[in-house]
């Protein structure tokens, strides 16, 4: 396979890296497995349609670069032109295709490019005499995927059609056995090397351990023959390999710099070994120059480098070429040791050093960072620092800043306010571009929108309601201004526009102006869905969900209920074409679906999608905890609230004692998006722990949910005034049940005033709750023997549950019977017999409706 190479290579050292044994391009290692991959491959590949493109996604070392380039090697022995296209490269490369040839372009790293690539597949994707392909390799499709799908209407559709149903799996083989892989690729390095076979014994990864790591396990036992001998037995532990190899490397370095003359007097003390690897590593760098300015940079924090060998070191530099030569899992770790350890090498490497060296240090740390987010390494904290310095260090360059924008997850609990800060600087550098054609307009809504997109992912809710809705007025300008050739271009992108602004004003307490915008993005995107349905479908469900959620607020449950049932049908379908990125959102929908059946009053119905919800997201919970953690506690708090409603109140403690812990994680990284959920995970455990009797540990937790509620509220009153007098209502029947009355008392009073003032302004949603907390102030005002006081107040509990009834039987008459019951109750401690009995009897007959 060619590569179309953006600057000279130089030659190796003399002493042979052991870790580029590991290149994908060396080939060092049989191909083993990945057929099903491989044999999809090949089926897209030759298919009649003239352009195609297809992303292959998976985290490090799982082998995604070795099948492109093995796949590539198959092309080209059927006779297609295949090319790798470095960044850089991009425009020269369907230039570099004889006309004609069926053409295979290998976009590695396609995660961190810049807009080049985009202009690479909308060339593409307008046709050539001579079939194309283009296959981008990534760690996933994050933002910088759903940006390249908006760039160009043609690319967009093929970048739909290609995305990955699912991240590579670890494991290349089924039923893989990972200590027969590590004895069969030390066969091919004991080759490679002159070295005997070792024999080994494996001490694997539990749930398997990528190729990557397996392949260092064997390369680590052949290296120790050459050291120990081939006698007896190595034990070899996957988990320790990398560390293993990356020893192996250091030592390399320094072999490397005394053979060159360069360790010492001639050119650098020992103790900068590390640092300089590290220093090439962290940029990158490519050409003699290049290498000689980072050496000059580095040496005034670096100890005993020699200001004049500047010139020799770069090219000792070059030739190690840590940053393209070795796997990123194997020297990333000494790059984020010496950058920790030497706070002012970062800063060192990057002055000055231009806008393609900072983005590259800045996607490299990014990509540190990436893989630390699943919580199994310890030194997440300092890969975070240096990914905050790295981008703190990037110049105010809007591609630069959106590369790097585009590789940060999303949603993200430990990354929310870092892409907030970078997508607000993307979008002041655009800005200054100047506005010259509809192109740019476009450039600068993209800004908008993922500056307002971020910041409502951050919590930032308010923040990011102007950004959106100045997105929205330059894509209504655009799509007014169509040609005939272009209709409806912008028709999706302004339905998702409408959608995240419905959603942000649904999350700072306003629900009746976010539907008027979920509504109109729900029928513009039912319209788009007919001409674009591969790309459309995900925006429409996620839509319909948000609809849902908004209708229920407002109190419309049966029209929330449709819109629910909808969203669930068609993530199903969804997650049937893309397990990997639908399973998670389809967990989601059915939470929303689990939560309206049971604000309907029917919590048995709900009890399935609640239960299913849970077990679709543990998984991804588990191998991506920073995204998808929220929505496991949001789905473990559902359920806890369906089986209380059942009555099942230990089962459902179990469920409820997860959310909090999950929700305080939470919380702890975006208190701005997650303290509210908190709140309430804490109220409803507080709640469920006084009916188990447990009546003190549930205060305690009811009154911190309080505490919580009432610093939001003095925050944001409309979004959580409503929250706090939902938890004074908890706490206050729990201090009833504790005998605490005059602090009950306290609690409900304060509670039915914030109810009474919500509905007045809004009836049709806060009645219900104005009503149940009149039944219980009237409860503890009657325990406290104030005779008509509580008469009154539970005669007005049971008027306004009469009407409710109408609306919903099924919901609300238990509600009535309960509010009958005390009524009754009072009334005979005031010794008004006859109307206690008229309400013993009109409860014990809606009772037996409901019961029939």
Same mark, same amino acid.
């Given at each position: 396979?060619? =590569?179309?190479?953006?600057?000279?290579?130089?030659?190796?050292?003399?002493?042979?890296?052991?870790?580029?044994?590991?290149?994908?391009?060396?080939?060092?290692?049989?191909?083993?497995?990945?057929?099903? !991959?491989?044999?999809?491959?090949?089926?897209?590949?030759?298919?009649?349609?003239?352009?195609?493109?297809?992303?292959?996604?998976?985290?490090?070392?799982?082998?995604?670069?070795?099948?492109?380039?093995?796949?590539?090697?198959?092309?080209?022995?059927?006779?297609?032109?295949?090319?790798?296209?470095?960044?850089?490269?991009?425009?020269?490369?369907?230039?570099?295709?004889?006309?004609?040839?069926?053409?295979?372009?290998?976009?590695?790293?396609?995660?961190?490019?810049?807009?080049?690539? %985009?202009?690479?597949?909308?060339?593409?994707?307008?046709?050539?005499?001579?079939?194309?392909?283009?296959?981008?390799?990534?760690?996933?499709?994050?933002?910088?995927?759903?940006?390249? =799908?908006?760039?160009?209407?043609?690319?967009?559709?093929?970048?739909?059609?290609?995305?990955?149903?699912?991240?590579?799996?670890?494991?290349?083989?089924?039923?893989?056995?990972?200590?027969?892989?590590?004895?069969?690729?030390?066969?091919?390095?004991?080759?490679?090397?002159? $070295?005997?076979?070792?024999?080994?014994?494996?001490?694997?990864?539990?749930? #398997?351990?990528?190729?990557?790591?397996?392949?260092?396990?064997?390369?680590?036992?052949?290296?120790?023959?050459?050291?120990?001998?081939?006698?007896?037995?190595?034990?070899?532990?996957?988990?320790?390999?990398?560390?293993?190899?990356?020893?192996?490397?250091?030592?390399?370095?320094?072999?490397?710099?005394?053979?060159?003359?360069?360790?010492?007097?001639?050119?650098?003390?020992?103790?900068?070994?590390?640092?300089?690897?590290?220093?090439?590593?962290?940029?990158?760098?490519?050409?003699?120059?290049?290498?000689?300015?980072?050496?000059?940079?580095?040496?005034?924090?670096?100890?005993?480098?020699?200001?004049?060998?500047?010139?020799?070191?770069?090219?000792?530099?070059?030739?190690?070429?840590?940053?393209?030569?070795?796997?990123?899992?194997?020297?990333?770790?000494? $790059?984020?040791?010496?950058?920790?350890?030497?706070?002012?090498?970062?800063?060192?490497?990057?002055?000055?050093?231009?806008?393609?060296?900072?983005?590259?240090?800045?996607?490299?740390?990014?990509?540190?960072?990436?893989?630390?987010?699943?919580?199994?390494?310890?030194?997440?904290?300092?890969?975070?620092?240096?990914?905050?310095?790295?981008?703190?260090?990037?110049?105010?360059?809007?591609?630069?800043?959106?590369?790097?924008?585009?590789?940060?997850?999303?949603?993200?609990?430990?990354?929310? !306010?870092?892409?907030?800060?970078?997508?607000?600087?993307?979008?002041?550098?655009?800005?200054?571009?100047?506005?010259?054609?509809?192109?740019?307009?476009?450039?600068?809504?993209?800004?908008?929108?993922?500056?307002?997109?971020?910041?409502?992912?951050?919590?930032?809710?308010?923040?990011?309601?102007?950004?959106?809705?100045?997105?929205?007025?330059?894509?209504?300008?655009?799509?007014?201004?169509?040609?005939?050739?272009?209709?409806?271009?912008?028709?999706?992108?302004?339905?998702?526009?409408?959608?995240?602004?419905?959603?942000?004003?649904?999350?700072?307490?306003?629900?009746?102006?976010?539907?008027?915008?979920? +509504?109109?993005?729900?029928?513009?995107?039912?319209?788009?869905?007919?001409?674009?349905?591969?790309?459309?479908?995900?925006?429409?469900?996620?839509?319909?969900?948000?609809?849902?959620?908004?209708?229920?607020?407002?109190?419309?449950?049966?029209?929330?209920?449709?819109?629910?049932? +909808?969203?669930?049908?068609?993530?199903?379908?969804?997650?049937?074409?893309?397990?990997?990125?639908?399973?998670?959102?389809?967990?989601?929908? $059915?939470?929303?679906?689990?939560?309206?059946?049971?604000?309907?009053?029917?919590?048995?119905?709900?009890?399935?999608?609640?239960?299913?919800?849970?077990?679709?997201?543990?998984?991804?919970?588990?191998?991506?905890?920073?995204?998808?953690?929220?929505?496991?506690?949001?789905?473990?708090?559902?359920?806890?609230?369906?089986?209380?409603?059942?009555?099942?109140?230990?089962?459902?403690?179990?469920?409820?004692?997860?959310?909090?812990?999950?929700?305080?994680?939470?919380?702890?990284?975006?208190?701005?998006?997650?303290?509210?959920?908190?709140?309430?995970?804490?109220?409803?455990? #507080?709640?469920?722990?006084?009916?188990?009797?447990?009546?003190?540990?549930?205060?305690?937790?009811?009154?911190? %949910?309080?505490?919580?509620?009432?610093?939001?509220?003095?925050?944001?009153?409309?979004?959580?005034?409503?929250?706090?007098?939902?938890?004074?209502?908890?706490?206050?029947?729990?201090?009833?049940?504790?005998?605490?009355?005059?602090?009950?008392?306290?609690? +409900?009073? +304060?509670?039915?005033?914030?109810?009474?003032?919500?509905?007045?302004?809004?009836?049709?949603?806060?009645?219900?709750?104005?009503?149940?907390?009149?039944?219980?102030?009237?409860?503890?005002?009657?325990?406290?023997?104030?005779?008509?006081?509580?008469?009154?107040?539970?005669?007005?509990?049971?008027?306004?549950?009469?009407?409710?009834?109408?609306?919903?039987?099924?919901?609300?008459?238990?509600?009535?019977?309960?509010?009958?019951?005390?009524?009754?109750?009072? $009334?005979?401690?005031?010794?008004?017999?006859?109307?206690?009995?008229?309400?013993?009897?009109?409860?014990?007959?809606?009772?037996?409706?409901?019961?029939?």
């Amino acid at each position: 396979m060619s =590569t179309l190479s953006s600057h000279p290579r130089t030659a190796l050292a003399h002493t042979m890296s052991p870790g580029r044994l590991l290149a994908p391009e060396r080939r060092v290692v049989p191909f083993v497995g990945r057929r099903a !991959e491989h044999a999809s491959l090949v089926v897209w590949c030759t298919s009649p349609e003239p352009v195609g493109v297809r992303l292959v996604t998976g985290p490090g070392g799982v082998g995604k670069t070795r099948l492109a380039r093995e796949f590539a090697h198959h092309m080209a022995r059927a006779g297609w032109t295949c090319l790798s296209v470095p960044d850089g490269a991009e425009p020269r490369a369907l230039a570099a295709v004889p006309d004609g040839a069926p053409a295979l372009l290998l976009v590695d790293d396609a995660d961190g490019r810049g807009p080049a690539l %985009a202009q690479l597949l909308a060339d593409a994707a307008r046709g050539r005499n001579g079939a194309v392909r283009v296959l981008l390799v990534a760690r996933g499709a994050g933002p910088w995927f759903d940006r390249l =799908t908006r760039a160009d209407p043609a690319a967009g559709a093929l970048l739909e059609a290609g995305r990955a149903r699912a991240d590579l799996p670890a494991a290349v083989l089924p039923g893989q056995v990972d200590a027969r892989v590590v004895a069969a690729v030390a066969e091919s390095f004991a080759d490679a090397l002159g $070295l005997p076979v070792p024999r080994v014994s494996v001490a694997s990864v539990p749930g #398997g351990a990528p190729m990557l790591d397996l392949q260092a396990a064997a390369l680590c036992a052949v290296l120790r023959t050459q050291s120990r001998g081939a006698h007896g037995v190595l034990p070899v532990d996957v988990s320790d390999a990398l560390d293993e190899l990356l020893e192996h490397e250091r030592w390399t370095w320094y072999r490397s710099a005394e053979e060159a003359g360069l360790l010492g007097d001639a050119g650098f003390h020992p103790e900068a070994v590390d640092g300089l690897v590290a220093a090439a590593t962290l940029t990158g760098v490519r050409t003699p120059d290049a290498a000689e300015r980072l050496v000059r940079r580095v040496a005034r924090v670096l100890p005993g480098v020699r200001p004049g060998a500047a010139p020799d070191v770069g090219r000792w530099l070059l030739d190690l070429d840590p940053h393209r030569s070795l796997p990123a899992r194997v020297v990333d770790p000494h $790059l984020l040791g010496e950058l920790t350890d030497a706070p002012a090498l970062l800063g060192a490497c990057l002055a000055g050093a231009g806008a393609p060296s900072a983005r590259r240090a800045a996607l490299r740390t990014a990509g540190i960072v990436a893989d630390r987010l699943d919580g199994r390494t310890g030194d997440l904290d300092a890969a975070l620092d240096q990914l905050g310095a790295a981008i703190a260090a990037l110049p105010e360059d809007a591609d630069a800043l959106r590369a790097v924008s585009g590789v940060l997850p999303r949603p993200s609990l430990t990354l929310g !306010e870092l892409r907030a800060e970078v997508t607000l600087r993307t979008l002041a550098a655009t800005g200054r571009d100047p506005v010259v054609g509809r192109a740019d307009v476009v450039r600068r809504a993209e800004a908008l929108a993922d500056a307002g997109a971020a910041l409502a992912e951050a919590g930032r809710a308010a923040d990011a309601e102007p950004y959106q809705r100045e997105a929205l007025l330059l894509l209504h300008g655009l799509d007014e201004a169509e040609p005939p050739g272009e209709p409806g271009r912008f028709r999706p992108r302004l339905a998702a526009l409408l959608a995240g602004l419905g959603t942000t004003r649904a999350a700072q307490g306003r629900p009746a102006e976010a539907l008027p915008c979920q +509504e109109e993005a729900v029928r513009l995107l039912r319209h788009a869905v007919a001409d674009r349905p591969e790309a459309v479908a995900f925006d429409l469900a996620t839509a319909l969900s948000d609809l849902a959620a908004t209708r229920a607020e407002l109190g419309q449950t049966l029209g929330a209920l449709g819109t629910s049932q +909808e969203a669930v049908a068609q993530w199903r379908e969804l997650a049937g074409r893309h397990p990997d990125r639908c399973a998670p959102a389809l967990a989601r929908s $059915l939470t929303g679906l689990a939560l309206r059946l049971l604000e309907l009053g029917r919590p048995d119905a709900a009890s399935a999608p609640a239960r299913e919800a849970p077990e679709l997201l543990r998984r991804p919970a588990e191998a991506a905890p920073d995204e998808h953690l929220p929505a496991l506690g949001d789905a473990l708090h559902a359920l806890g609230t369906v089986l209380a409603g059942q009555g099942r109140t230990a089962e459902a403690l179990k469920h409820l004692e997860d959310a909090v812990a999950l929700r305080r994680r939470s919380a702890q990284e975006n208190p701005g998006r997650y303290l509210s959920d908190l709140a309430r995970s804490l109220g409803a455990l #507080g709640t469920g722990l006084s009916d188990a009797g447990r009546w003190e540990e549930g205060r305690e937790l009811q009154q911190e %949910a309080v505490e919580v509620l009432r610093r939001l509220a003095a925050q944001d009153p409309g979004r959580h005034v409503p929250e706090l007098a939902e938890a004074l209502s908890g706490l206050g029947v729990t201090h009833t049940r504790l005998h605490r009355s005059q602090e009950a008392l306290d609690a +409900e009073h +304060e509670a039915t005033r914030t109810w009474r003032d919500l509905a007045h302004a809004d009836p049709h949603r806060y009645r219900p709750r104005l009503a149940e907390s009149l039944s219980n102030l009237g409860a503890i005002v009657a325990g406290l023997k104030l005779g008509d006081e509580a008469v009154e107040l539970v005669r007005e509990a049971v008027a306004l549950l009469r009407e409710l009834l109408a609306e919903n039987a099924a919901k609300y008459r238990p509600r009535l019977v309960e509010a009958l019951r005390t009524l009754a109750l009072t $009334l005979h401690d005031q010794e008004r017999f006859d109307e206690a009995r008229r309400a013993r009897a009109e409860a014990q007959e809606l009772g037996g409706l409901a019961a029939a």
